[in-house]
Antibody
Framework: QLQLQESGPGLVKPSETLSLTCTVS??????????WGWIRQPPGKGLEWIGS???????YYIPSLSSRVTISVDTSKNQFSLRLTSVTAADTSVYYC??????????????WGQGTLVTVSS | QSALTQPRSVSGSPGQSVTISCTGT?????????VSWYQHHPGKAPKLMIY???KRPSGVPDRFSGSKSGNTASLTISGLQAEDEADYYC??????????FGGGTKLTVL
């Protein structure tokens, strides 16, 4: 059974960089069918797709965050990571990682991590 | 790229049917047959319930069904059960390899 687990600091200071890692177990991140994505949920609000990455390094980002976001992949560790620079209180959210099918067979997120809360505060 | 519009809450009694709407634009919901729905019990990982508007992943009960008309997609849950009480989110492909989610709907089983 595929499992995804987010990890990283739960508290980040304003203007600093948020860094999270998603560890994939029970399957290979190098599976050629799938992308791997990050989604966030601010307190009391809906979900927001941040971006997705293919094992080769191809990335797609939401335009509104593209100047501050970098998603990278480490196939040797079966992990992918999120960096969000110059954070503000508006970036306080639960951050989820997910497996993302992007193909002619469909576009959807079929496995998710449980999420990790990141609070931006001094 | 604006969030898709969902009702904040819906409710129904056990055994009844409820429908959750998800309204977008011709640039997302109306433009592609790539709408998916997720069930989220707080504190747990979201679960894929419907993909490509109408398709159900294996293991999802056939009480859950999806449809689309124009710029609005819908999730219908028939034969409501207590365990269906959760938050539900729609998601649509929005072109240029971007995706947009809805604001979420809280389903209460009375």
């Amino acid at each position: 059974q595929l499992q995804l687990q987010e990890s990283g600091p739960g508290l980040v200071k304003p203007s600093e960089t948020l860094s999270l890692t998603c560890t994939v177990s029970g399957g290979s991140i190098s599976n050629s069918i799938y992308y791997w994505g990050w989604i966030r949920q601010p307190p009391g609000k809906g979900l927001e797709w941040i971006g997705s990455i293919y094992y080769s390094g191809t990335t797609y980002y939401i335009p509104s965050l593209s100047s501050r976001v970098t998603i990278s992949v480490d196939t040797s560790k079966n992990q992918f990571s999120l960096r969000l620079t110059s954070v503000t209180a508006a970036d306080t959210s639960v951050y989820y990682c997910a497996r993302h099918l992007v193909s002619s067979n469909g576009f959807y997120f079929d496995y998710w991590g449980q999420g990790t809360l990141v609070t931006v505060s001094s | 790229q604006s969030a898709l519009t969902q009702p904040r809450s819906v409710s129904g009694s056990p055994g009844q049917s409820v429908t959750i709407s998800c309204t977008g634009t011709s640039s997302d919901v109306g433009g592609y047959n790539y709408v998916s729905w997720y069930q989220h019990h707080p504190g747990k990982a979201p679960k894929l319930m419907i993909y490509d508007v109408t398709k159900r992943p294996s293991g999802v009960p056939d009480r859950f069904s999806g449809s689309k008309s124009g710029n609005t997609a819908s999730l219908t849950i028939s034969g409501l059960q207590a365990e269906d009480e959760a938050d539900y989110y729609c998601c649509s492909y929005a072109g240029s390899y971007t995706w947009v989610f809805g604001g979420g709907t809280k389903l209460t089983v009375l």
